[in-house]
């Protein structure tokens, strides 16, 4: 390892796919791997007084990125309580929201006075979880659909809450894809 002395001149040339390869592999979305080593490279130029040499470069930014990625889970997980499916739901509006909580406290929606367009939706919802991997279909399930508490869910199949997050995430990510390809 060279003296501690950072070369920020020469990271993007250096590190940039393998940062991106690094953060797309966690991430599955190329436009915010790509946002995340940005973002990266501006906390490791603000944060270079605190760089002591004992990683090499691409070690230490790596590190910065774990955090980075980390931060972007938590931030889509502080939203865990609301409905996620987003979509435009009105020929009138072009509006986007949460589209089912919004729908279901709206006095004049016409969709929940659908019993036909309800029940399509659900059979819809049932089709796409049906596509899921099996185990992410199964969290999706117990903490969205049955309420069950991420602690149990986490007890009885034996996982992390930072991966049952990542799996609703997922699901979530997948059934809305499913739903614009299907119902709408």
């Keep these: 390892m060279a003296e501690n002395r950072l070369q920020p001149h020469t990271w993007v040339d250096a590190y940039a796919d393998y940062l991106f390869n ?12 790509k946002d995340l080593v940005q973002e990266t490279f501006l906390a490791g130029l603000k944060s270079a007084k605190n760089y002591k040499g004992d990683a090499a470069e691409r070690t230490w930014l790596i590190a910065i990125l774990k955090r980075k990625v980390i931060d972007h889970y938590r931030k889509i997980n502080s939203k865990k309580g609301k409905a996620e499916v987003r979509v435009n739901y009105s020929a009138q509006t072009d509006a986007e929201g949460d589209w089912l909580e919004e729908q279901v406290s709206d006095p004049f929606s016409n969709f929940e006075h659908s019993e036909l367009e309800n029940e399509e939706l659900g059979m819809a919802i049932q089709s796409c979880i049906g596509k899921l991997p099996k185990k992410q279909a199964q969290v999706f399930t117990m903490k969205t659909v049955q309420g069950i508490s991420t602690e149990d869910i986490c007890n ?3 996982i992390n809450p930072s991966n049952l997050w990542v799996m609703i995430h997922r699901a979530r990510t997948s059934l809305m894809g499913c739903l614009n390809q299907n119902w709408f």
């Design 156 to 158: 009885e199949l034996d």
């Design 22 to 33: 690094y953060a797309i592999a966690r991430i599955s979305d190329a436009e915010m791997a």
